[in-house]
């Protein structure tokens, strides 16, 4: 039986591990307004509340030998 785990991430600890996306999943569509309002939403709550946490939002991935498979998530976590 496979175990399913969920668990608060640091933004940093996030990016140490190597992700890829399965060919079954959508195409990446956020334009570059996504993404500015995104990093200004990073920035602003960094400003005002650097010492609160920020939900950047769930994301799901399966562990595939030495990488991950990035299931749920891909458009705020490929930017």
Known sequence: MKE????KKQLKDVFKAWYS???YQRHYVWEDDNI???LCDFADNYIERKDDEYFLG????QKKDDCFDLLDGQQRFLP
């Open 4 to 7: 399913i785990e969920c668990k």
């Open 58 to 61: 769930s994301y799901i991935i």
């Open 21 to 23: 996306v399965p060919a």
């Open 36 to 38: 500015n309002d995104l």
